[in-house]
């Protein structure tokens, strides 16, 4: 992508040298020319204007301030070990304060000195007051030389690369020692009718331009050009892996719809399907007749009727002559998909099997010979279902549940288990939002079930505060008088499994003090139990013997108790939006109204607010993913921990969205009218893919 100057080690940079570059490189993976010039500056800052001390105030962001160094002490033992030095202008003292690098920074300052201060100032005890500023020994040139760079970039640092001068402004002059040099050899990866289209800045302009702005205008053309370079780039690759897996794997082609699909639709499918469902039941029946191995990802909440459209899919597979199977993440999931579909299918129609790791040796060999046979038409399991000895005569058809709990590799794994590999459907009702999914899943079909049946009560949602507790377990009775049954669910606070188990611990106490045999039956699981022992509890709710359950968050993906119509999730504030909308899911699967209760500290924190209201306003997953986005940012939403993907340099998922989803039509444009991208003007396009140095995890994709 770039010239090969770009990709020598950052070790021969005038000023850096073997020893920085060790740190440059633990400390922020800058190994290359190139990964210094991709440390931009995370703001810029106006230096041509200077604050008085008595102006300033905690609302200011960082500032740059004159001053006179009048003494300096280092205060403290240890860990309350500081440097404090008091400056003063023509307006007034303030304070400076250091706790790291102390050592160092003691020497650089001298008494009587007049210095440039710049940092972000705060107000202790009513005196003005700066922590760990830059300083500049004043000079009138100095700052006439400033007066040349009016936006001045601020780099991210650390204290150890401090230690080794490389503080924001150590990290400008390499950056600009390098532009000077190299600038040059920045070349163009975009082709110039892209760059016409949208106005574009090229690409050693937009370099210089986001270290060394000319003026604010040409910072945030620099910054869109790169950030869309970035999205370009990105989904330039994701489209073509699509595009690759198309032409290397053929798809089965099921051409007709017959008696299995048609008896199920017309004798058994006891109600209407949504238009959600039957839409995305003609986007899989497109796939699928095609030729091209379809991969397709379903979001959809929990009750919007994903199964259904998942099992009618299989029947047309069957129909066309083909095995199908569903992977579930957990046993318990695993069983119960085996218990609906057998429950909505009837005995005398289709056989299905179930394999885990409890199937005994005996019915496990029934199955796999039913399985090479061809007779065994649907197979529902966990992981063992992927095992090298489980052989398939014919699989055609693959359905995922749950997708992030299952790996890149694993999918791989299914497609092997025939020689036109089978189509694959990835189930999930943690919904991401749409500009996710263009990534995470950029190279996947994405389908939507975005309603729910109808006639479907809404769960209601109430947040209680503490003060309420009283009201809750009347609540509770009422309900369980009414034959309901209930879980509480208590948060699992991963710093402290101690904590968690008194937490569950002192609410399971409390519960049973207030609901006390022989009247009340109390269920309690969590992660501290042996699997037989966790299943057994369980079991034990699910047949109705006990009224409660209560338990962490290990039944977030499990059970599914129709009669369950109440969720009390306590200390609600502690969860995150996405975890609070699954938990919610847990209920509302029966006829009668459904309840979720939050309750909460009375103290909440500005996010914990909106989390809670959030969830008492809207039942939408896909509602909540966006403003889970919003709040948290894409790297920490649900599933997406792991995904290098999402870990973009100047792009930012949560507001670049509108230009995310521009380039992306615009990408399938392009591949659309070119897709060996082997037109002249495309040519450049082409270097994206060869380079290992783009920024990006390309190998996470591929
Ligand atoms: P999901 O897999 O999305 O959680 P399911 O397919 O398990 O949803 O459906 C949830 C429940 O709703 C099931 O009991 C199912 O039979 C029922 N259901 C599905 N689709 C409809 C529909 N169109 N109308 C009424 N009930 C439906
Ligand atoms: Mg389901």
């Known amino acids: 992508m770039n010239g090969q100057a770009l990709q020598t080690p950052v070790e021969y940079l005038k000023g850096v040298g073997a020893t920085r570059a060790e740190v440059l490189k633990k400390e922020l993976a800058i190994y290359t020319f190139d990964d210094l010039l991709k440390h931009f500056p995370f703001r810029h800052i106006d230096r041509t204007r200077f604050y ?21 002490e280092i205060l403290g033992e240890k860990h309350t070990k500081r440097l404090v030095a008091i400056v003063q202008d023509d307006t007034g003292i303030m304070e400076l304060v250091w706790f790291q ?31 760990h500023p830059e300083m500049d020994l004043y000079s009138p040139e100095a700052a006439k030389r400033k007066g040349n760079l009016t936006l001045q970039p601020v780099y991210s640092s650390t204290e150890k690369l401090k230690q080794f001068t490389l503080d924001s402004k150590g990290i400008q002059k390499l950056v600009a020692g390098l532009l000077e040099q190299y600038g040059n050899t920045i070349s163009e990866n975009l082709p110039l009718y892209i760059l016409n289209r949208f106005k574009l800045m090229g690409r050693a302009d937009a370099y210089r331009n986001f270290h060394f702005p000319e003026d604010a205008i040409k910072l945030a053309e620099a910054q869109h050009r790169l950030k869309f370079e970035e999205l370009f780039v990105l989904q330039l690759k994701l489209l073509r892996t699509k595009l690759l897996r198309v032409q290397k794997f053929k798809g089965n082609i099921f051409d007709k719809v017959g008696t299995y699909f048609n008896e199920f639709y017309h004798h058994k499918l006891p109600f209407e399907l949504t238009n959600a469902q039957k839409r995305v039941l003609k986007e899989i029946r497109q796939d699928t007749q095609r030729g091209v191995q379809m991969n397709r990802l379903l979001q959809g909440d929990v009750g919007s009727g994903k199964t259904i459209v998942a099992l009618m899919s299989m029947l047309i597979a069957i129909d066309n002559g083909f095995q199908t199977c569903i992977m579930a993440p957990t046993e318990i999931l695993a069983n ?15 056989e299905v099997a179930l394999l885990t790791g409890s199937t005994s040796q005996k019915a496990r060999r029934v199955i796999h ?46 497609w092997r288990k025939n020689t036109i590999p089978p189509h694959v459907l990835v189930m999930t009702a943690t919904p991401i939002p749409r500009t996710l999914a263009m990534t995470l899943y950029g190279d996947l079909d994405v389908s939507v079930i975005d309603e729910l049946p109808a006639g479907r009560k809404p769960i ?21 008088a009414k034959g309901r049954q209930i879980y509480v669910v208590y948060p699992l606070i991963k710093e402290s499994e101690k904590l968690d188990l008194k937490n569950l ?76 909308h699954q938990l919610r899911g847990r209920v509302g699967r029966g006829a009668e109204q459904s309840y979720c209760l939050l309750m909460s500290k009375d103290k909440l924190s500005p996010d914990g607010r909106v989390r809670l209201n959030t969830m008492v306003k809207t039942n939408n997953g896909f509602e909540i993913s966006e403003i889970d986005l919003q709040l948290r940012g894409p790297g920490n939403i ?51 893919f060869q380079s290992k140095h783009a920024g990006l995890s390309w190998d996470k994709i591929s």
């Open 369 to 414: 010979e039913r399985l090479e046979s061809g007779e065994l038409k649907i197979l529902i399991g966990t992981h063992a279902l992927i095992e090298d000895k489980v052989q398939y005569q014919n699989l055609g058809f693959v359905v995922i549940d749950e997708q992030h709990r299952f790996g890149v590799e694993q999918r791989a794994k299914l």
């Open 101 to 131: 690098g102390i050592k160092w920074i003691e020497k650089t300052l001298i008494p009587g000195k007049a210095y440039v201060l710049f940092g972000k100032p705060s107000s202790f005890n009513g005196k003005a007051q700066m922590s």
């Open 460 to 480: 209601e949602t109430l947040h209680f505060y503490e003060s309420r507790r009283l009201r809750m377990f009347g609540f509770m009775k009422e309900e369980i």
């Open 336 to 350: 119960q998909h085996y218990q609906t579909i057998k429950g909505v299918i009837g005995d005398d129609f289709l």
């Open 52 to 72: 008085k001390i008595k102006d300033i105030n905690d609302d200011l962001p960082y500032v740059q301030v004159i001053a006179r160094l009048l003494r300096k």
């Open 505 to 580: 611990e002192d609410g399971t106490e409390i519960m049973r003090r207030e609901f006390p045999l022989p009247q009340y039956h109390i269920s309690i699981v969590h992660g501290k139990l042996k699997p037989a022992e966790k299943e057994a509890e369980m079991q034990r709710f699910i047949k109705g013997q006990t009224q409660i359950m209560v338990a962490t968050t290990v039944i977030e993906v499990g059970v599914n108790v129709p009669n369950a119509s109440v969720m009390i999730i306590e200390n609600a504030e502690r969860f995150g939006l996405s975890q609070l």
């Open 638 to 688: 649900e599933g997406t921990q792991q995904s290098g993907l999402l870990d973009l340099k100047v792009a930012d998922l949560t507001t670049d969205q509108e230009l995310l989803i521009q380039i992306r039509k615009f990408v399938e444009d392009v591949f659309a009218k070119d897709p060996q991208l082997a037109a002249p003007e495309n040519q450049v396009l082409n270097q994206a």
